[in-house]
């Protein structure tokens, strides 16, 4: 068992060097943050490899008794890396989005079934693949001006993340048809109401804010905090490991529709795209 911080430390230190994520511990609670602001923390592949290893080692952690995952810059994360996906030639295509998609996968399950409170801080935009992210996550702290949306449509795309196991259930079924069939952008006041935001914070106190609630998780019975978790997870109807095969069998579908290859060509041109449902 990791019980002391220099300990822990050493336990992270693979973890030191990683680009596009960072972390720290305090009292118990580690902190990561998504860390390519400049790309609106968007999630490229190798982001979802630090994400994912860094998980799977907290799970080993017995000394991290919470997690708050927050993104730098003005954003918590505006989705997938769709430059990257750009970049790539038909043939890498068709090889890597497979790749990418169950690797996107892994990641959402591995949080949503993580034996640790994790707590979603909000600064800014969680969109498309971005808010399937926080959904994942057991709580979420919104800053004043955090925007939320199920941006996926925009890009004739479906939400592959969880988006059509997690939302139906927070939100219920019409309301989540709404959102995720139109894509419309939530105000975090208008995502509180809906019940996806636990609470709202000012943008200078949402760290603050977010890693209290972590520190009060942390500092309860862990191991009944685990069990709750894992018990409502497993009663909520449906199996999440199933919507996210379905979800991401129909979304290697949409990534081979002209409309999304439109939507990719509208993106690089900055206008709207014109769907022609093919």
């Known amino acids: ?101 169950k690797k996107f996968q892994t990641l959402i399950y591995t949080i ?30 919104a800053s004043d001006g955090a925007k939320l949306s199920s941006a996926h449509i925009k890009m004739g795309l479906i939400p592959d993340g969880g988006g059509t196991y997690f939302l139906p259930r927070m939100v219920g079924y019409g309301r989540a048809m709404e959102l995720i069939m139109r894509g419309t952008v939530l105000t975090s006041a208008e995502a509180k109401d809906l019940g996806l935001v636990t609470s709202i914070a000012p943008d200078n106190r949402l760290l603050e804010e977010a890693i209290s609630l972590a520190k009060d998780l942390a500092s309860g019975p862990t191991r009944a905090v685990a069990l709750i978790k894992a018990a409502m997870f497993k009663n909520i109807s449906g199996n999440l490991e199933h919507a996210l095969t379905l979800e991401g069998q129909s979304q290697l579908q949409c990534f081979a529709t002209k409309d999304h290859a439109e939507a990719l060509s509208a993106l690089k041109e900055r206008r709207k795209p014109r769907f022609q449902g093919c």
């Open 112 to 141: 949503a079934t993580l034996d640790r409170s994790v707590v979603a801080a909000l600064n800014g935009f969680a969109t498309g693949a971005g808010l399937d992210l926080a959904l994942a996550c057991d709580f979420r702290v």
């Open 1 to 101: 068992m990791i019980d002391t911080l220099e300990s822990r430390m050493l336990a992270y230190s693979p973890y030191i060097d990683m680009q596009t994520i960072e972390f720290e511990f305090k009292d118990e609670v580690i902190k990561i943050s998504l860390n390519r602001p400049h790309e609106f923390n968007a999630l490229n592949e190798q982001m979802l490899d630090e994400l994912t290893r860094i998980l799977e080692n907290i799970r080993n952690d017995r000394g991290a008794k919470a997690v708050v995952l927050t993104g730098a810059g003005q954003a918590f994360c505006y989705g997938l890396d769709f430059q990257e996906i750009q970049s790539l030639s038909e043939g890498e295509r068709t090889v890597r989005l497979p790749v990418m998609l």
